[in-house]
């Protein structure tokens, strides 16, 4: 209020009479607007007043060279990077003696099953280390972090996907890894400490590697620009779809689908004509492929008998027999090529 007393944008000092008006009675413009532009004011000081944090989760069995994404403080970084590593120095002092090509959280000796070391689990497979640089409190970034890079990991999936769905498929919850790494800035309390906490199931442990090429950096920072170029509603739906296209690859089965269909739902669904909506924005994805109007039918027919009660298995499902002979795939794997689709080219 103080730094603002003379902004004529919120306020008329000629109004102020010291005998009888208060502050407000100088107001610019009705109460609602006044109180929005001052909010605006407050929202902004405090967001200045928030450190940033560096925060670090290693993407096991991908394989990147440094690309900045542009957008909501992510960059993916080669672990031997060290002039990439290097531009972190000032900003996050504990950085400096920390080695990012052996600090990994992934250098474990390698799990077995009865005596059997899975693939997936490998203690030398290369990793790449996905990073968010995030304002906000202590307690709250991490969690703001693993969001946004639940997005950027929707996105990248969804650039794997036409060459790898099969992939998607095999998972093994030996060598995920859940924990990230956080920096604090100068001056906060913790600036010469290296934070290590949980920050969920960001990355599924797949049993081939991937590679990130410039080429998906690319059109993911288009689709960011065209995010952040959208409507209110859009921005909220990509992001709601993205996040469950994410879910989806990390659950099975039954759960896969249902994430899958959410996924659709939010970009495409609207309230009392659901199925109708999603059709004909399958139809409109896949022009040139006479069978997705009989898929729409189906896949929605499939979403409501796991949802009401009509089967708890897509094995279970009374016309899956009938939809492998018709279309000759699988409804979990025509879901999700219509969810991966979707988000990829949502702001095309």
């Known amino acids: 209020m103080k730094e603002n007393f003379l902004n004529r944008e919120l306020f008329d000092l000629r109004k102020i009479n010291t005998s009888k008006s208060s502050l407000f009675d100088a107001a610019v413009g009705n109460a609602k607007d006044f109180a929005s532009k001052l909010w605006d004011k407050i929202l902004a000081a405090v967001n200045q007043l928030q450190p940033t944090w560096l925060i670090l989760y290693p993407l096991r069995g991908v394989i ?32 400096m003696s920390f080695n990012p090509a052996e600090g990994s959280p992934e250098r474990f000796s390698a799990p077995s099953v009865w005596g059997i070391e899975s693939p997936t689990a490998r203690p030398d497979r290369p990793f790449t280390w996905l990073i968010c640089e995030v304002k906000g409190p202590e307690s ?11 997005t950027f990991l929707a996105l990248l999936f969804a650039r794997w996907h036409p060459s ?5 498929v095999i998972k093994s919850d030996l060598g995920e890894h859940r924990c990230s790494l956080q920096f604090a800035p100068p001056g906060n309390r913790n600036e ?14 797949l049993p081939i590697d991937f590679r990130i090429v ?25 992001i709601t779809a993205s996040h469950y296209v994410h ?51 189906r896949l929605f027919d499939l979403r409501n008998a796991l949802i009401h009660g009509g089967t708890s298995s897509i ?14 795939t699988s409804p979990l794997a025509d879901v999700g090529l219509a969810a991966m689709t979707a988000l990829r080219t949502y702001f095309d």
Request: proline share 3%.
């Open 164 to 168: 790898s769905a099969d992939v998607f």
């Open 315 to 328: 094995d279970g499902w009374k016309d899956l027999k009938a939809y492998i002979r018709h279309v000759k």
């Open 64 to 95: 990147s060279q440094s690309h900045k994404v542009g957008f909501d403080g992510l960059s993916v970084m080669a672990p031997e990077d060290a002039q990439k590593w290097q531009s972190y120095e000032e900003r996050y002092p504990r950085t």
């Open 247 to 297: 879910r989806a690859i990390m659950a099975d089965g039954f759960e896969r689908f249902i994430h899958y269909y959410i996924s659709l739902d939010a970009l495409f669904g609207e309230r009392y004509k659901v199925e109708e909506s999603i059709k004909n924005a399958l139809l409109r994805m896949f022009p040139n492929d006479p069978n997705w109007t009989y898929r729409a039918d």
């Open 140 to 150: 709250g970034v991490t969690r703001i972090a693993a969001d946004r890079m639940r």
């Open 192 to 205: 010469n400490a290296i934070s290590c906490g949980s920050i969920g199931r960001l990355m599924p442990s």
């Open 214 to 238: 410039e080429q998906s950096i690319l059109h993911i920072r288009d689709w960011y620009s065209a995010h952040y170029s959208a409507d209110e509603e859009r921005q909220r739906r990509s």
